[in-house]
């Protein structure tokens, strides 16, 4: 079945620690997102990436990197500079042009 | 810079009773919008989308929306709920010249739904 696959669905972190998130698509999609979820703030974009080995900040990007070196990946690092990272993540994407977005099942950071 | 205001954080309604989750964006030029239902611990799924044409626009498990744009709303409805569709809501926007995945979203409305 075709979707997108984020991994670990938990995850701890101690302070101070960089840590990844994983995110793969095999949609065959171009544009690749990350969000944040916090209780009662929605969802907030962190970065993007339309195309291979090009992406771009989003809203929140302080503390965060990505990469996209292969169309079906975009990892996130939550870095050490990130100041308050125990958070839900998400990542979707779209096919370029198409106006629905898809969701992975997210990641639960928490830092311990 | 856009917005989006869901009115209501939580809704409690009673199995069978009309459900009506309130959103509005601010917005000189009529965006996408769109509605997403979350389950907790798991990721978002799209119930409905408007883009253009007709304005009262149809989802799954029975939800709909309208388009007012003399409002700049985007109320989302459904006329009997189940007790399944407890869950929280989120509403959505996008600008016309970005891809779908851009998202500017509200808070959220938490829906429960009494038996």
Not at chain 1, 17 to 31: G, I, P, R, W
Not at chain 1, 45 to 68: C, P, T
Not at chain 2, 18 to 35: D, G, I, K, M, T
Request: glycine fraction near 8%.
């Amino acid at each position: 079945d075709g979707g997108i696959t984020q991994s670990p669905k938990y995850l701890f972190r101690k302070e101070g620690q960089n840590v990844t998130l994983s995110c793969e698509q095999n949609l065959n999609h171009d544009a690749m997102y990350w969000y944040r979820q916090d209780p009662g703030q929605g969802l907030r974009l962190i970065y993007y990436s339309h195309i291979v080995n090009d992406f771009q900040k989003g809203d929140i990007a302080e503390g965060y990197s990505v990469s996209r070196e292969k169309k079906e990946s975009f990892p996130l690092t939550v870095t050490s500079a990130q100041k308050n990272p125990t958070a839900f993540y998400l990542c979707a994407s779209t096919q370029l042009r198409n106006t629905e977005a898809f969701f992975g099942q997210g990641t639960r950071l928490t830092v311990v | 810079a856009q917005s989006v205001t869901q009115l209501g954080s939580h809704v409690s309604v009673s199995e069978g009773a009309l459900v009506l989750l309130r959103c509005n964006y601010s917005s000189s030029v009529p965006p996408y919008l769109f509605w997403y239902v979350q389950y907790p611990n798991q990721g978002l799924q799209l119930l409905l989308k408007y883009t253009t044409g007709a304005t009262l626009v149809k989802g799954i498990n029975g939800f709909e929306a309208e388009f007012k744009k003399s409002e700049t709303s985007f109320h989302l409805t459904k006329p009997s709920a189940h007790m399944s569709d407890a869950a929280e809501y989120f509403c959505a926007v996008s600008d016309k010249g970005n891809q779908g995945g851009k998202l500017i979203f509200g808070q959220g409305t938490e829906l429960s739904v009494k038996p």
